[in-house]
């Protein structure tokens, strides 16, 4: 069924959460979302995308929908079919005008939210992004060695792409619904590599991109789904984004 949109010029936030395995995330990233747009009087919603947890989520993640309505709505998938898809397929649910994307467990914390919308009303940004690699940003929770992987990859991307954006690998975000939807449609990127793309396509189609320094810190709960293999689809991605441009 498609979404009821927001009426025409008013402005409402869609938080796109995918989710595998957050039964014990779920709750407090909900709450906190709850409490930073009430507190800031702002019309939102969460679209919960799970891909068939497991451990429990969906069952979590239906009280969720209750506690909440008519704030939150579970979307569910069969199967783990990857962070890339997620997002298109929450999009097509939700109602917002404006479109967050971030991560289920408590990496992205929601207390920065309203500096990415108070950026994005200054300057008219079509994308803000959330970046741990400029300002007063920062990781915390990583040993060396990650942190190196994630700086990095960065500084690989950035050299052979030059997109002018300090953290491509980050996946919190906040959209211009219209924006976000051509994006999807310009690039065929659906795994980890499709941060990196959007960014990319978006610079060569002229949008413009702000950043807030966040805090990025390791999940609390749950196991990290990052691996060998995805960094891997992480460089070949790179090289195919620069061989497109």
Do not use: C
């Not at 936030?13 to 779920?26: G, H, K």
């Not at 079919?81 to 397929?89: I, P």
């Not at 976000?180 to 310009?186: A, T, Y």
Request: charged content about 20%.
């Amino acid at each position: 069924m498609a979404p009821t949109k927001a009426p025409s010029g008013k402005v409402t936030y869609s938080v796109i959460l995918p989710t595998f395995n957050e039964r014990q995330n779920l709750p407090i990233i909900t709450w906190l979302l709850n409490r930073t747009f009430t507190e800031q009087k702002l019309d939102w919603e969460l679209v919960i995308v799970d891909d068939g947890s497991p451990d429990g989520t969906q069952d979590v993640a239906q009280q969720l929908v209750k506690a909440y309505a008519p704030h939150v709505q579970l979307q569910t998938r069969t199967g783990k079919l990857g962070l890339g898809s997620a997002y298109v397929h929450g999009l097509r649910f939700a109602r917002g005008s404006h479109i967050i994307i971030m991560d289920a467990d408590f990496s992205h914390h929601p207390k920065f939210i309203p500096q990415m919308i108070a950026l994005q009303k200054r300057h008219g940004h079509d994308i803000v992004t959330g970046t741990r690699y400029a300002g007063d940003g920062g990781v915390y929770g990583w040993d060396l060695k990650r942190k190196l992987t994630s700086k990095g990859a960065n500084i690989f991307a950035d050299t052979v792409l030059r997109p002018g954006v300090s953290d491509l690998t980050g996946s919190f975000r906040l959209y211009k619904r219209p924006v976000l939807e051509k994006l999807f449609e310009s690039t065929d990127a659906r795994g980890f590599t499709m941060q990196m793309a959007l960014a990319v396509t978006a610079k060569s189609k002229g949008y413009s991109i702000g950043e807030v320094p966040i805090s990025f810190v390791d999940r609390v709960y749950g196991d990290s789904k990052l691996g060998g293999e995805e960094i891997v689809e992480y460089a070949k991605g790179v090289l195919q984004l620069w061989w497109s441009t």
